[in-house]
């Protein structure tokens, strides 16, 4: 009997030292920051945002980080992220978390006001600095605006974004008076952002019809 | 314009300059002819000796795997007869303990009961009556003279009284023997019927041992034929190897499909204790713990069936005496129980877990939901009762998987043989391949050069040829007698 448990004690701490060896230091997880336009009208649009948040929801696992900030007239701000959460490691306390956040965006979509510009830049750069200390291992940065960026007079964000290793999707981009009368302009629009996003290292995707959403996150 | 290819001779004539070399090439190819011929030969002989060498080590190969599958399949059915007379003997014992172990009580039993019997008829016997002393004594009185005597006469009435009584009280005495004849033989019959019962057990016990005896006889001569290693045996064992493979490979094929339904029901609540983040060598620690658990189980259950004597995987635990034995096994019976306990929680975590998910889903696609979704108990007692059980389910594997491990030996090893062969016949059909395309690429040679020798061909008929021709025949003429000559000499 002693022999026993003398032979089954080195086959433990050999299984340990090899299992604690194998243990995988890289990162698994996945972050994405959620920039909502809420300039002008595009405000009314923020329902079916929080249909994208949910599903978001729903597919992100324990570890993953998500957070969802507003574009205003100054988004490189932290007081423009409504809400932010890395869920935990336990599923049972992820679906909590993820309850709560819900309930917060709900909120938010309830008593959100129109902002009188929209500074995308800053938004993207809050977000690769929010994806960035998040230490996620897959980065994605979700636009869900028209992509007309109309800043306040002063500010600068004519720069360069550093976004290797990111994906930055552009969802539900719709289309502007303008760019009906002349469709050159929507896509000279949505291509100054992709050369803008690619030069940049990232990379740069449109999403347009919103019953394809597994494509989001996938590659 | 484009520079014209340095070859060319008339550079300005690029067709003249190809048939000029062409002509030139043909030429030097005649010129070669011979030389080239018996390098195409050579080449194409070292090709097919160099495969026919390789496919004769390649049988060498062969024949030293099938020796050493023989020896194998030999030594495999040798030690599968050993188990099987060994349990019979195991059970001869058992009927020789249980049977024949109280042979000397049963045997003074016997003795007794016959004994009693014999007794009895010794009482039974029937008694001669004794002889009638006095009819001696009649016949002297009979032959007595009457010679008109009153007394005679009345000692003759006399005696005919006394005869007749005699007789009456003979016959009684007679008919009283018979009752008690009787009445002793009737007392004997339930030691008949004892007798008859108790060697009726015997009977039938040695009729047992018997039919075990028969089969260890059958056993012995398989044993005797493996032993001998004959071709019979080979056959035999062969077949019943192949009938193994597939049977313990479907029955693998059903533990395989256990530990899966296992997995899937571990490895979401084991994401409770790991982490749903935690990767271990890439793969998610949820996971890799519970194929831990499941394999932790499955060795634990071959330990099990180890100690308890079912499988021989593990010849150290086979060599342990009964007692440690017993031992072991009941600690693996022990661990056996608490991983089902284990996996029973983790079951009922999994039913908690699934359904807090699925009411998150449902409140965020709007429908709301609480955390208790389900209202029956049953899918969760299922999967709890699926979680006891699974456990002794992987441990009953380590049967087919004993069975797999000494099959497959048997069965690779055919497998390898028929490959080697097939490999040694690919090499044979590609070396002659190669032998008959040199003939192939001589005639491609000869077609190419063909022009000089259509010409070589017609010089040949002609007369200076056929001069030379006849030359070279009469020499070879003088030279056949000379050797012919030496010869009878």
């Known amino acids: ?219 | 314009m484009p520079d014209p290819n340095p070859l060319f001779i008339f550079p300005d004539k690029p067709f003249l300059s190809i048939i000029i070399l062409a002509a030139l090439a043909v030429a030097g190819l005649y010129l070669a002819r011979r030389q080239a011929h018996e390098s195409i030969r050579a080449f194409c002989r070292v090709v097919r000796n160099s495969m026919r060498i390789a496919a004769k080590s390649v049988m060498r190969g062969e024949a030293q795997l099938r020796e050493r599958n023989r020896e194998v399949l030999l030594a495999e059915g040798m030690e599968l007869v050993e188990r099987e007379v060994e349990r019979e003997f195991q059970r001869v014992a058992l009927v020789i303990e249980r049977d024949l172990q109280g042979y000397p009580a049963l045997n003074r039993k016997l003795s007794e009961q016959i004994a009693h019997i014999d007794q009895d008829y010794q009482d039974s016997s029937e008694v001669p009556p004794t002889p009638p002393v006095w009819i001696n004594a009649v016949e002297a009185v009979a032959k007595i003279q009457d010679k008109g005597g009153r007394m005679v006469g009345e000692i003759l009435s006399d005696i005919h009284k006394t005869i007749i009584k005699m007789q009456k009280k003979a016959g009684e005495d007679y008919w009283a023997a018979t009752r008690k004849r009787h009445k002793i033989l009737s007392a004997m019959m339930p030691y008949w019927r004892r007798l008859a019962g108790t060697l009726d057990i015997v009977g039938r016990t040695m009729a047992s041992l018997q039919e075990k005896a028969k089969i260890i006889d059958r056993l012995m001569n398989d044993y005797d034929e493996i032993r001998h290693g004959t071709d019979k045996a080979v056959r035999k064992l062969s077949s019943s190897s192949m009938t193994h493979f597939f049977i313990s490979s479907f029955g693998l094929f059903i533990a395989v499909g256990g530990a899966v339904v296992n997995f899937n029901l571990v490895a979401l609540p084991m994401s409770e204790m790991f982490g749903g983040a935690t990767y271990i060598a890439g793969f998610p620690a949820s996971e890799v713990g519970a194929l831990f658990l499941i394999l932790l189980e499955t060795l634990t259950g071959i330990f099990f069936m180890e100690a308890m004597g079912f499988t021989k995987l593990f010849p150290f635990i086979a060599s342990y005496d009964d007692k440690r034995r017993h031992r072991w096994a009941i600690i693996m019976l022990i661990f056996l129980f608490i991983f089902a306990g284990m996996e029973s929680a983790l079951a009922f975590m999994r039913d908690i877990i699934a359904a807090q998910n699925e009411a998150l889903l449902q409140s965020l696609s709007g429908a709301g939901g609480t955390i208790n979704a389900h209202t029956s108990f049953i899918p969760t007692a299922t999967q709890m009762v699926m979680g006891f059980v699974l456990p002794f389910i992987l441990a009953m594997a380590a049967i087919p998987l004993e069975s797999f491990i000494h099959a497959a030996r048997t069965v690779i090893g055919v497998l390898m043989v028929g490959l080697l062969r097939f490999l040694a016949a690919l090499l044979r059909f590609f070396g002659t391949m190669f032998y008959y395309l040199g003939s192939f690429f001589i005639g491609i040679y000869d077609l190419v050069i063909f022009p000089p020798l259509w010409a070589e061909e017609k010089i040949r008929d002609s007369g200076v040829g056929r001069r030379k021709k006849e030359a070279k025949g009469k020499k070879s003429k003088a030279a056949d007698k000379e050797k012919n000559q030496v010869r009878n000499a």
């Open chain 1, 1 to 219: 009997m002693r022999k026993t448990i003398l032979t089954i004690i080195p086959i433990l701490i050999i299984a340990a030292t090899f299992f604690s060896g194998c243990a995988d230091t890289k990162s698994h997880t996945r972050g994405v920051y959620m920039l909502l336009d809420t300039s002008g009208t595009y405000a009314r649009e923020l329902k079916k945002a929080q249909n994208i948040i949910n599903y978001l929801l729903a597919i992100l696992q324990p570890g993953d980080s998500l957070a969802v900030a507003r574009i205003d007239s100054g988004s490189f701000s932290e007081k423009d992220i409504v809400a932010k959460v890395t869920f935990d490691k336990r599923p049972s306390v992820a679906n909590s978390q993820k309850r709560i956040f819900a309930e917060r965006i709900d909120k938010f979509v309830k008593t959100v006001k129109s902002s009188p510009y929209t500074d995308i830049s800053g938004g993207l750069l809050q977000a690769i600095e929010f994806l960035n200390e998040s230490g996620a291992n897959q980065k994605t940065v979700l636009i869900f605006s028209d992509m007309e960026e109309d800043l306040v007079k002063g500010h600068v964000r004519d720069f360069q974004l550093q976004m290797d290793g990111f994906k930055v999707v552009a969802l539900n981009v719709t289309k502007l008076r303008g760019d009906i009368v002349d469709p050159r302009e929507y896509l000279k629009r949505i291509d100054k952002w992709r050369q803008r996003v690619e030069s940049g290292g990232g990379q740069w995707r449109v999403i347009n019809d919103l019953d394809h959403l597994n494509a989001i996150l996938g590659h």
